[in-house]
Protein backbone atom coordinates (compact mmCIF):
# COMPACT_ATOMS: atom_id res chain seq x y z
CA UNK A 1 0.00 0.00 0.00
CA UNK A 2 2.94 2.43 1.45
CA UNK A 3 5.67 2.73 3.34
CA UNK A 4 2.84 3.31 6.22
CA UNK A 5 3.66 0.70 8.82
CA UNK A 6 2.05 1.51 12.02
CA UNK A 7 4.50 -0.22 14.02
CA UNK A 8 7.08 2.67 13.40
CA UNK A 9 4.74 5.05 14.67
CA UNK A 10 7.48 5.78 17.84
CA UNK A 11 6.17 9.34 18.96
CA UNK A 12 5.70 7.65 21.92
CA UNK A 13 9.17 6.49 22.43
CA UNK A 14 11.07 9.40 22.09
CA UNK A 15 8.70 11.76 24.25
CA UNK A 16 6.56 10.39 27.24
CA UNK A 17 3.33 11.91 28.54
CA UNK A 18 5.59 13.31 31.51
CA UNK A 19 7.85 15.44 28.58
CA UNK A 20 4.83 16.42 27.28
CA UNK A 21 3.27 17.95 31.07
CA UNK A 22 6.84 19.01 32.12
CA UNK A 23 6.80 21.09 28.55
CA UNK A 24 3.04 22.36 28.63
CA UNK A 25 3.39 23.52 32.19
CA UNK A 26 6.82 25.08 31.32
CA UNK A 27 4.96 27.18 28.02
CA UNK A 28 3.30 30.37 29.33
CA UNK A 29 0.14 31.11 27.87
CA UNK A 30 -2.21 28.96 25.84
CA UNK A 31 -1.41 30.45 22.78
CA UNK A 32 2.17 29.03 23.23
CA UNK A 33 0.37 25.72 24.81
CA UNK A 34 -1.25 25.37 21.28
CA UNK A 35 1.49 25.70 19.13
CA UNK A 36 3.34 23.37 21.35
CA UNK A 37 0.26 20.52 20.63
CA UNK A 38 -0.20 21.26 16.96
CA UNK A 39 3.71 20.95 16.57
CA UNK A 40 3.39 17.22 17.90
CA UNK A 41 0.74 16.44 15.25
CA UNK A 42 3.25 17.69 12.62
CA UNK A 43 5.25 14.64 14.05
CA UNK A 44 2.59 12.18 13.05
CA UNK A 45 2.97 10.16 9.91
CA UNK A 46 -0.24 10.70 7.91
CA UNK A 47 -2.38 7.87 7.18
CA UNK A 48 -3.15 6.83 4.11
CA UNK A 49 -6.28 7.51 2.42
CA UNK A 50 -7.11 3.32 1.93
CA UNK A 51 -7.24 3.15 5.50
CA UNK A 52 -9.61 6.38 6.02
CA UNK A 53 -12.96 4.16 6.29
CA UNK A 54 -15.85 4.48 7.95
CA UNK A 55 -15.25 1.47 10.27
CA UNK A 56 -12.16 3.49 11.64
CA UNK A 57 -14.02 6.79 11.49
CA UNK A 58 -14.37 8.58 15.22
CA UNK A 59 -17.47 9.58 16.13
CA UNK A 60 -18.34 12.29 18.02
CA UNK A 61 -15.64 14.33 16.71
CA UNK A 62 -15.89 17.92 15.36
CA UNK A 63 -13.15 17.33 12.76
CA UNK A 64 -12.47 14.23 10.94
CA UNK A 65 -11.04 11.69 12.73
CA UNK A 66 -9.83 8.04 11.69
CA UNK A 67 -8.12 5.78 14.35
CA UNK A 68 -6.38 2.68 13.43
CA UNK A 69 -5.48 -0.17 16.19
CA UNK A 70 -3.51 -3.10 15.55
CA UNK A 71 -2.94 -5.66 17.97
CA UNK A 72 0.67 -7.96 18.07
CA UNK A 73 -0.69 -10.68 20.41
CA UNK A 74 2.85 -11.86 20.61
CA UNK A 75 4.50 -8.77 21.69
CA UNK A 76 0.81 -8.01 24.08
CA UNK A 77 0.70 -4.46 22.11
CA UNK A 78 -1.50 -2.39 21.13
CA UNK A 79 -0.56 -0.44 18.09
CA UNK A 80 -2.25 2.91 17.31
CA UNK A 81 -2.32 5.35 14.35
CA UNK A 82 -4.58 8.91 14.41
CA UNK A 83 -5.53 10.88 11.08
CA UNK A 84 -7.27 14.27 11.50
CA UNK A 85 -7.85 17.15 9.40
CA UNK A 86 -7.64 19.62 11.88
CA UNK A 87 -3.79 20.67 12.75
CA UNK A 88 -4.96 21.21 16.78
CA UNK A 89 -6.71 17.82 16.61
CA UNK A 90 -3.76 16.10 15.17
CA UNK A 91 -2.26 17.61 18.41
CA UNK A 92 -4.19 16.01 20.43
CA UNK A 93 -4.37 13.13 19.13
CA UNK A 94 -0.76 12.93 19.22
CA UNK A 95 -0.81 13.32 23.14
CA UNK A 96 -3.48 10.37 23.15
CA UNK A 97 -0.81 8.41 21.06
CA UNK A 98 2.33 9.52 23.07
CA UNK A 99 0.35 8.38 26.66
CA UNK A 100 -1.08 5.01 25.03
CA UNK A 101 0.73 4.33 22.05
CA UNK A 102 2.95 0.71 22.22
CA UNK A 103 1.44 -0.51 25.45
CA UNK A 104 0.00 -3.86 27.03
CA UNK A 105 -4.17 -3.69 26.03
CA UNK A 106 -4.09 -3.44 30.48
CA UNK A 107 -2.03 -0.65 30.51
CA UNK A 108 -3.90 1.31 28.05
CA UNK A 109 -7.01 0.17 29.44
CA UNK A 110 -5.87 1.17 32.80
CA UNK A 111 -4.48 4.65 32.21
CA UNK A 112 -5.63 7.95 33.24
CA UNK A 113 -6.09 10.16 30.69
CA UNK A 114 -8.37 12.12 32.60
CA UNK A 115 -5.93 13.12 34.87
CA UNK A 116 -3.45 13.26 31.95
CA UNK A 117 -5.36 16.16 30.66
CA UNK A 118 -5.88 17.69 34.26
CA UNK A 119 -2.55 18.25 34.97
CA UNK A 120 -2.27 20.32 32.13
CA UNK A 121 -5.26 22.08 32.29
CA UNK A 122 -6.16 21.05 29.22
CA UNK A 123 -9.69 20.23 28.76
CA UNK A 124 -10.63 23.68 30.10
CA UNK A 125 -9.11 25.15 27.30
CA UNK A 126 -10.24 23.86 24.37
CA UNK A 127 -13.74 24.05 23.19
CA UNK A 128 -16.84 21.67 24.42
CA UNK A 129 -17.17 19.82 21.36
CA UNK A 130 -12.96 19.44 21.23
CA UNK A 131 -13.19 18.01 24.01
CA UNK A 132 -15.55 15.72 23.79
CA UNK A 133 -14.45 15.00 20.50
CA UNK A 134 -10.97 14.25 22.60
CA UNK A 135 -12.78 11.66 24.87
CA UNK A 136 -14.77 9.94 22.28
CA UNK A 137 -11.38 9.26 20.61
CA UNK A 138 -9.74 8.24 24.08
CA UNK A 139 -12.94 6.05 24.62
CA UNK A 140 -12.32 4.15 21.31
CA UNK A 141 -8.97 2.92 21.77
CA UNK A 142 -9.63 2.43 25.28
CA UNK A 143 -12.27 0.07 24.50
CA UNK A 144 -10.35 -1.48 22.13
CA UNK A 145 -7.68 -2.57 24.21
CA UNK A 146 -10.46 -3.47 27.64
CA UNK A 147 -12.13 -6.02 25.05
CA UNK A 148 -8.51 -7.15 24.20
CA UNK A 149 -7.41 -6.99 28.19
CA UNK A 150 -10.12 -8.77 29.20
Not at 44 to 62: D, K, N, Y
Not at 65 to 75: F, P
Not at 103 to 109: D, I, S
Not at 119 to 135: A, E, K, M, Q, Y
Request: glycine share 4%.
Amino acid sequence: MSDFDIRNIHLGDTVTADDVIEDLEFLDDWEERYRYIIDLGKQIPSMPEALRTEERFVRGCQSQVWLVTEYDQAEDRLYLAVESDALIVRGLAAMVLIALNRKTPAEVAAYDMEAFFERVDLIRHLSPTRGNGLRSMVARVKHEASALAA
